[in-house]
């Protein structure tokens, strides 16, 4: 069974900058095609960026050229960098990785872990 922790959230005025890691336990656990997600109140969970264990890297455009995703492959942990910051981006941000999506039903990998809280203040 895999773990994932999120940390690193907080409350930051706009234009700010957090770093946030996703650690995961567990022997099955790959890094390959990780993914940064989040949840705004009353708002679906959306995609935010990927990772291969390679290093390629996918972002959604909201984030693109604000925020950088990485890895270490030995510690099991992926990061986010996030900078300049906007009120907009205020979400609970939790890690996990997207298998398939049947019937309009996405399937992860792992139970999704407790998230961390970002708050961007204007």
């Known amino acids: 069974q895999v773990r994932l922790v999120e940390s690193g959230g907080g409350w930051v005025l706009a234009g700010g900058s957090l770093r946030l890691s996703c650690a995961a336990s567990g022997s099955i656990f790959s890094i390959n095609g990780m993914g940064w997600y989040r949840q705004a109140p009353g708002k679906q969970r959306e995609l935010v960026a990927t990772?291969?264990?390679?290093?390629?890297?996918t972002y959604a455009d909201s984030v693109k050229g604000r925020f950088t995703i990485s890895r270490d492959n030995a510690k099991n942990t992926v990061y986010l960098q996030m900078n300049s910051l906007k009120p907009e981006d205020t979400a609970v941000y939790y890690c996990?990785?997207?298998?398939?999506?049947?019937?309009?039903?996405?399937?992860?990998?792992?139970?999704w872990g407790q998230g961390t809280q970002v708050t961007v203040s204007s």
């Open positions: 990772i291969t264990s390679g290093g390629t890297t």
């Open positions: 996990n990785k997207l298998i398939t999506v049947v019937g309009g039903t996405a399937r992860y990998a792992y139970n």
